[in-house]
């Protein structure tokens, strides 16, 4: 139990028509901690009990029961608690102790599905460093969703259908080596994706023979289904190779290929309800009533449209999994296609529709570049990711030479470097991505949070210590009540971070844990033999879970914990 909950637990016998959940809301931190630990504002009551809001407080304060609590005052409208410290900091130690892999979880969503796409790269492209955010936002959420008791369906939503593979097929004709392609495929059909672009500008028939490929394919033309089922399996396994690399894996690899076989009965649903209109050849859906412009949804050529698929794809998905939420991890600038996406399903008389969740971001540069997969300036994220090993490589080696599991740890280090770089930022801002300054050991990165977990652990080896059952956690002071207050905060961490869908404030806390855990190691005698042994061992307790603690929220994020650095 944390101190929101011990402190909401003494106000529910004085309002008893409230509900806890509705007591915690209230609750607040000061901003001046001489003025407790937490308070409560007694503003919302004055209207209801015809009483000044100071006059409520005080007689508040009286009839609260003190024993937890080390005085509890009446400030103006506020009611100010002061935890017991000892007391309240003994049973959060004990509750993360006894069960860390859990601690903090809630269990809010009593194993409900939330179908979760994110990543969702396109086919004969390698990943770049663009699809990194989508990736790790997702990949981050998903982990939070499932500790706190949803059951996250995760969905690569491959984009593999489409015209531009129409493109890509017109291109491989025009200039397709298969000896090339075999020796490098990805990169060689890319290049030849960023000379069918290039060039259309001098060769509009160029565009044609790519909408000719696409038209070919959606027609089941033999030689077409080929080369796509070709450029498919290519795609996918060096993309699983990335995903290998930063622990990620889905549920569903089924792309936009597979909703196009669904496709009939959106637009026979949308027909019978009389939503298309005819406009300039094409057929259309139109949102004025919803502020909206219209969503094209067969193309003058008969062909397609993104939004076709994502229709199908919506309604298999709610009769799949019969989803509480659906999540979706895309860019912002598509934020206006998902409100359309939501309001034609709405007008197709799905309520359920409202249940889908767009999940923006801003975008990454690369040292102030934006990156583009049409004019071929596209970072490699498998490159990077390696690059990023052998730096963390290099510092090890200068911090600890004689590390026996060195390779292991760098891959764990640099990886997560990066991972953490990405969500320690607020989701919809844009970041931009410098590949020295992100592996540092020093500053706000994953390293230095890393490095503060192994260096608790280095200090509980050397200790000894084999267990804490037989602690007695009132043993802390002042400098063990800073930590473990704050890992008291944690459950409502996850909370805010699931509400928000945004993993920064997960990263944020463990960031603030390991400067607070820093400083507590530089100033705090432990091992040493002046100190008496209870509160000896109690600081011990107060590492581990410092420990534990950190290794959960580095988890939620896709980070690796090593033991040593």
Known sequence: M?????????????????????????????????LGDYAFPTFTLAKTLRKAPNLIASEMAEKIDPSKFEKVQAVGPYVNFFLNKSQVGAEILKEILSDPENYGARNIGQGRNVSTEYSSPNIAKPMGMGHLRSTMIGESIARILAKEGFKPIRIDYLGDWGT???????????????????????????????????????????????????????????????????????????????????????????????????????????????????SQGAEIVD????????????????TSTYITRDLATAMYRKKTYDFYKSIYVVGQEQEVYFQQL??????????????????????????????????????????????????????IAEKN????????????????????????????????????EVVKFEGETGPYVQYARARGESLLRKSGIKGFDDVDLTKIGEAEWDLVSFMGRYADVLQKALETYDPSAVAKFALELAKRFNKYYAHTRILVDDVDEDVKKARLAVVKAVSEVIKSALDLLDVKAPDEM
């Not at 939501?342 to 102030?368: P, T």
């Not at 997560?416 to 930022?425: E, R, Y």
């Open 164 to 278: 531009q593979f129409g493109k890509m097929m017109a291109a491989y004709k025009m200039w397709g080596d298969d000896a090339e392609i075999e020796k490098d495929p990805i990169n060689t059909l890319l290049s030849y994706y960023v000379r069918i672009n290039k060039e259309a500008a001098d060769h509009p028939e160029y565009d044609d023979a790519g909408r000719e490929w696409f038209a070919k394919l959606e027609r089941g033309d033999e030689e077409a289904k080929r080369l796509w089922t070709w450029f498919r399996e290519v795609s996918l396994e060096r993309f699983k190779r990335v995903y290998k690399m930063l622990d990620v894996d889905f549920d569903s690899y089924t792309g936009e290929a597979f909703s196009a076989t669904m496709m009939d009965e959106p637009v026979r649903i949308l027909r019978e309800k009389n939503l298309l209109v005819k």
């Open 342 to 395: 939501r309001a034609c399903l709405k007008e197709m008389g799905f309520d359920w529709a409202d249940d889908i969740v767009h999940i923006s971001f801003g975008l990454m540069s690369i040292n102030g570049q934006k990156m583009s997969t049409r004019k071929g300036n596209v970072v490699d994220l498998e490159d990077v990711l390696n690059q990023s090993v052998d730096l963390a490589r290099k510092q």
């Open 2 to 34: 944390n101190g929101k909950q011990i402190v909401a637990e003494a106000l529910q016998p004085v309002l008893p028509d409230w509900e806890m959940s509705d007591i915690e809301v209230k609750i607040e931190r000061p901003k001046d901690e001489k």
């Open 287 to 302: 949102l004025e009533k919803y502020n909206l412009p219209p969503l094209m949804v067969i193309k003058s050529n008969g």
């Open 401 to 436: 030479a004689g590390l026996a599991n060195a390779d292991e740890v760098a891959k764990q280090v640099g990886i997560g470097a990066v991972v953490f770089h990405d969500l320690k930022n607020y989701r919809r801002n844009p970041i931009d991505f410098n590949l020295e």
